[in-house]
């Protein structure tokens, strides 16, 4: 199966949309950020807008959050060699190269690779 490609840009509240509905109930009411930006996710094919008013993360909505997590978690190691990640991103991160589990239980080191493309990440936001 092919995988979704993700060109757009989401803004922060876009993001926090996206993850509101992946963290929603299907009884939840969506909420005022998700009402603001569903019709733009929708659009892009992000979500889904369901007959009885729910909302639901689409595969390249799902991907998107987790590409999201997977920079966050970079970044977060390189201020804090403490932080802990979940497991998917520390998966998907160190079969990328961008970090390698130390000798301490959970815990990570970014590698070049990682630090190559955190840089690239600052010169091209």
Do not use: W
Request: glycine share 8%; proline share 3%; net charge positive.
């Amino acid at each position: 199966m092919k995988q979704p490609v993700i060109t757009q840009r989401l803004s922060r509240d876009e993001f926090e949309a996206l993850e509101q509905v992946g963290s929603m109930l299907k009884s939840d009411k969506p909420s005022a950020c998700v009402a603001r930006n569903a019709r733009h996710l929708v659009g892009i094919k992000m979500l889904v807008h369901h007959k009885d008013g729910s909302y639901e993360l689409t595969e390249k909505g799902t991907l998107a959050l987790f590409v999201k997590n997977c920079i966050a978690g970079l970044g977060a190691l390189a201020v804090n060699p403490d932080a802990k990640l979940a497991n998917g991103v520390a998966t998907f991160l160190g079969r990328k190269g961008h970090i390698i589990e130390t000798a301490i239980l959970g815990r990570f080191e970014i590698t070049a690779k990682g630090h190559e493309c955190l840089e690239d990440m600052k010169q091209n936001p």
